[in-house]
């Protein structure tokens, strides 16, 4: 068997105007079934200000309220009985009792009193204010700190004091100015031997510098005590950090172009 596709076969004019009829129908039916016939009725108005004219009771009332009543009189107003009667206020002018007299003054005394006043006075410029002469003065001077009596060292340690066991030969030196002080790092082992010595601070002497250099190098210190068998010591944990101060003496130096002593 042949299955063929029905197409669908298009409308006629008479059934398309058919349901157009029949929708028309429906809608003026629900119009009319739908639809309110009651009688329009009208709203009550709302309560709204009211004006109501004054009677006869309060006529009284309206008078006092005029404020023509309280006007003041005037003599260019509709004359009245009232207003014909008002007294005008009296006016007296002031006057003089005695003929007026001018001050009368001859010409030639005009200025005189300012003439009078100028050849009596001095008008010469004043004189300068005398400067106040400068007083000199010597400026004092601060007195240079004074030199240690010998040279000493000063341990500044970061952990532990650790002691020293050799004794220090620190000497003077001659300069015509006071030294600082020498600051120089040190790091001791666990034996008690420096392992490091670094300048911090110099003290203007290059001599004096390197001595303190060799000393924090030759000294010993006193050695820690000895770990527990079995347990290896930690070499970074064993170092002392310090530092050493050494604060020279300075003598002035002698004198090169002295005279030769005599025989």
């Known amino acids: 068997?042949?299955?063929?596709?029905?197409?669908?076969?298009?409308?006629?004019?008479?059934?398309?105007?058919?349901?157009?009829?029949?929708?028309?129908?429906?809608?003026?039916?629900?119009?009319?079934?739908?639809?309110?016939y009651s009688?329009?009725?009208?709203?009550?108005a709302a309560r709204r200000l009211r004006f109501?004219?004054?009677g006869s009771a309060s006529a009284e009332l309206l008078s006092l309220r005029d404020p023509t009543l309280f006007a003041l009189p005037h003599p260019q107003r509709a004359p009245?009985?009232?207003?014909?009667?008002?007294?005008?206020?009296?006016?007296?002018?002031?006057?003089?009792?005695?003929?007026?007299?001018?001050?009368?003054?001859?010409t030639d005394q005009l200025g005189s009193s300012f003439n009078r006043f100028v050849e009596t006075n001095n008008f010469s410029s004043l004189p300068p204010p005398a400067k106040?002469?400068?007083?000199?003065?010597?400026?004092q001077l601060a007195a240079p700190p004074l030199s240690a009596e010998h040279s000493t060292v000063r341990f500044e340690w970061d952990q532990a004091h650790r002691r020293?066991?050799?004794p220090l030969d620190l000497r003077?030196?001659?300069?015509?100015?006071?030294?600082?002080?020498?600051?120089?790092?040190?790091?001791?082992?666990?034996?008690?031997?420096?392992?490091?010595?670094?300048?911090?601070?110099?003290?203007?002497?290059?001599?004096?510098?390197q001595q303190a250099l060799a000393q924090a190098n030759a000294m010993r210190f006193e050695p820690l005590g000895h770990d527990a068998p079995g347990i290896t010591p930690n070499p970074a944990a064993q170092l002392s950090w310090g530092r050493m101060i050494f604060r020279w003496h300075t003598v002035p130096p002698s004198p090169t172009n002295a005279p030769k002593a005599k025989p």
């Not at 009232?82 to 007026?100: D, I, M, N, Q, V």
């Not at 106040?132 to 400026?139: C, D, E, G, H």
């Not at 034996?191 to 670094?198: H, I």
């Open 1 to 36: 068997m042949n299955s063929a596709v029905a197409e669908p076969r298009p409308w006629s004019r008479r059934r398309f105007w058919s349901i157009v009829g029949l929708i028309f129908f429906l809608q003026v039916v629900l119009l009319f079934w739908l639809g309110d």
């Open 39 to 44: 009688p329009i009725l009208p709203r009550p």
């Open 52 to 54: 109501k004219l004054a």
């Open 80 to 106: 009245t009985p009232a207003w014909l009667s008002t007294p005008a206020p009296e006016y007296h002018p002031f006057a003089w009792p005695e003929p007026t007299n001018y001050m009368l003054l001859a």
């Open 132 to 139: 106040p002469l400068a007083v000199l003065t010597i400026p």
């Open 164 to 166: 020293l066991l050799t």
């Open 172 to 209: 003077s030196w001659e300069s015509p100015d006071i030294l600082t002080n020498s600051v120089v790092q040190i790091v001791v082992g666990a034996d008690g031997t420096p392992v490091s010595a670094t300048l911090l601070s110099g003290s203007g002497s290059r001599a004096a510098d």
